[in-house]
T-cell receptor
């Protein structure tokens, strides 16, 4: 499978716990994005990496959120001290150019 | 501030007929537009795109039309098939702007056999 891979697919966590998600992009893609999607909404941009450099961060990305792409390959998104409002589908996408991004299947986070 | 709008949350079409999904945008800096298709519990799948230098792009049963003066684009699916039933998202980006896609809220298409 040469598509974007995300792990885990589902995560249920208690409020206040930390969670970490992983994204493996398409291997030749140097651009990597994280999006968040809540019910009834389209995906909302969180952050963007070009290789290992984090070049864009949305104001949606509060101090509790941190993303890394240490070697310019896979990326992780960590949420500290989760809140119920963090419950959403977290989508990772990758691309070669600034046009069309290819999405993974997402990680559905439920904070109880 | 919703820069990309899909004002129809749902659309039902008979199999074999044409499906027309609409999208409006407000940011005149957008110069690339995409349509994604999304099934439940999956990520969006890229469907078709169009650059602002064109007004039409066709790929099999899917055609996207762009009207820059009206800041409007549409996706036509002909003929519609039951497997096309999904949520369709319109997205827009700018080469000179932020490196991200702005998405609409989606239109749920149901193709009735």
């Amino acid at each position: 499978d040469t598509g974007v891979s995300q792990d885990p697919r589902h995560k249920i966590t208690k409020r206040g716990q930390n969670v970490t998600f992983r994204c493996d992009p398409i291997s030749e893609h140097n651009r990597l994005y994280w999006y968040r999607q809540t019910l009834g909404q389209g995906p909302e941009f969180l952050t963007y990496f070009q290789n290992e450099a984090q070049l864009e961060k949305s104001r949606l990305l509060s101090d509790r959120f941190s993303a890394e792409r240490p070697k310019g390959s896979f990326s992780t998104l960590e949420i500290q001290r989760t809140e119920q409002g963090d419950s959403a589908m977290y989508l990772c996408a990758s691309s070669l150019r600034w046009t069309e991004a290819f999405f993974g299947q997402g990680t559905r986070l439920t904070v109880v | 501030d919703q820069q990309v709008k899909q004002n129809s949350p749902s659309l039902s079409v008979q199999e074999g007929r044409i499906s027309i999904l609409n999208c409006d945008y407000t940011n005149s800096m957008f110069d690339y537009f995409l349509w994604y298709k999304k099934y439940p519990a999956e990520g969006p799948t890229f469907l078709i795109s169009i650059s602002s230098i064109k007004d039409k792009n066709e790929d099999g049963r899917f055609t996207v039309f762009l009207n820059k003066s009206a800041k409007h684009l549409s996706l036509h699916i002909v003929p519609s098939q039951p497997g096309d039933s999904a949520v369709y998202f319109c997205a827009a980006s700018s080469q000179t702007g932020a490196n991200n896609l702005f998405f609409g809220t989606g239109t749920r298409l149901t193709v009735i056999p």
